[in-house]
């Protein structure tokens, strides 16, 4: 069965400092698709990045990197130079079976406070 | 591109009574998803359409919950009783392919901003 752990509850920094969100998946499925998504108190789950499992290349996108680590099972995010409105919960997800037959399997989710 | 439209935004019911979500999910796209996320929780699928077939409904509570969509575009998500524990944000869901299938962004699955369900 797939699992996503984010063990951070709660994180709390001040603004322009950096930050890691941690993510650790369990599958047993050799191809499988990690997500990243934002949410904001909008409600509304906004997709961030998606990683296939043979790409374990780094990838950033402005303030926002990736870290994939097929070793170590993990998939941590970090967004550089924080601001306040990257004040969200942020949520890693699990995707396997490249035929289609399973959704997304999220994990609990980081609520990350920006402090101006 | 219009987004996946959700309503009501919010409904407030005593437990008993029955609700029902109505889901427009992004033009085109095949595939429809309802999730649960209860607060302080991640979602939690309950069921996946592919066009107007059930792929996945084994987390759908089936005594009290049901969701059809018909001519596979708009969703209908029902609860009949509705409990205490049901209070959640109920997640509609669509990607233009199955999970795993398509370009790098091709098989994105995109969230409306979900309806907020209290019952009291």
């Known amino acids: 069965a797939q699992k996503v752990t984010q063990a951070q509850t709660e994180i709390s920094v001040v603004e322009k400092e950096d930050v890691t969100l941690d993510c650790v998946y369990e599958t047993r499925d050799t191809t499988y698709y990690l997500f990243w998504y934002k949410q904001p108190p909008s409600g509304e789950l906004v997709f961030l990045i998606r990683?296939?499992?043979?790409?374990?290349q780094n990838e950033i996108s402005g303030r926002y990197s990736w870290n994939f680590q097929k070793s170590t099972s993990s998939f941590n995010f970090t967004i550089t130079a924080s601001q306040v409105v990257d004040s969200a919960v942020y949520f890693c997800a699990l995707s396997e079976a490249p035929m289609g037959r399973r959704a997304l399997t999220f994990g609990s989710g980081t609520r990350l406070q920006v402090q101006p | 591109e219009a987004g996946v439209a959700q309503s009501p935004r919010y409904k407030i019911i005593e437990k008993r009574q029955s609700v029902a979500f109505w889901c427009n999910p992004i033009?085109?796209?095949?595939?429809l998803y309802w999730y649960q996320q209860i607060l302080g929780q991640g979602p939690k699928l309950l069921i996946q359409?592919?066009?107007?077939?059930?792929?996945?409904d084994s987390q759908l509570p089936k005594d009290r919950f049901s969701a059809e969509r018909l001519k596979g575009v708009d969703s209908t998500l029902k609860i009949q009783p509705a409990k205490l524990e049901d209070s959640a944000v109920y997640l509609c869901?669509?990607?233009?392919?199955?999970?795993?299938?398509?370009?790098?962004?091709?098989?994105?699955?995109?969230f409306g901003e979900g309806s907020w369900l209290t019952v009291v």
């Open positions: 990683r296939n499992s043979f790409d374990e």
């Open positions: 869901a669509s990607s233009p392919y199955p999970p795993g299938t398509g370009g790098r962004m091709g098989n994105t699955i995109y």
């Open positions: 359409f592919q066009n107007n077939g059930v792929v996945d």
């Open positions: 033009s085109g796209h095949a595939t």
